[in-house]
């Protein structure tokens, strides 16, 4: 070979080399992309199958017939059982959240309510007391958002309308820890 081609050799092979590296960093970038995405999703499937889970249970009693009741029509998996009832029963169980889940309140959850104006609104759950004050409490995944509290702020001052006391409107995040924040 002569010196020229020994050169282009190496040329061509430092090119090939290059080439593979590239290829191979933006398959392994693309990969990490979608393992990202695809932990995205299941945190969102999770916030949402949780939220449902809620949307049924009144008391901590309604539990274990809600997961049943799920299980059986093929909306939660035998897979996902364990971590949605470790996620509903850290909610329905933490000090600052179980009085809301006990026999002695009334219990609306996603129930609509309509307004003055005629539009509709649906708290995840709504807490009636006895002595006519109330709790809101809605279920997010993700992190504090501005919109979240003008929301339970909009639902608080609607309630009010309708004649109860809200004395807490609360705004708990379950993805990817428990996290309660009052507004």
Known sequence: LTFLEAYLVCVAGAIFSAAIFYFMSEYFMIKAHNKRKLKYKEAIEKGNLVHLLLSRIFTESDIEAT????????????????????????IVSHPDLSLYYSSDVTIFNEKEI????????????????????????????????????????????????????????????TNPTLQIKEC
């Open 114 to 173: 309509i307004t003055s104006g005629g539009k509709i609104i649906i708290p995840d759950r709504l807490v009636v007391f006895e002595d006519q004050t109330s709790v809101i409490i809605d279920y997010k995944t993700g992190v504090f958002n501005d919109k979240h509290k003008l929301q339970l702020m909009n639902y608080a001052e609607i309630i009010e309308e309708m004649g109860y006391k809200v004395m807490k409107k609360l705004l708990v995040y």
């Open 67 to 90: 997961f049943n009741h799920f299980m059986n029509i093929g909306v939660v998996s035998s897979k996902q059982k364990n971590a949605l009832l470790q996620a509903v029963g850290d």
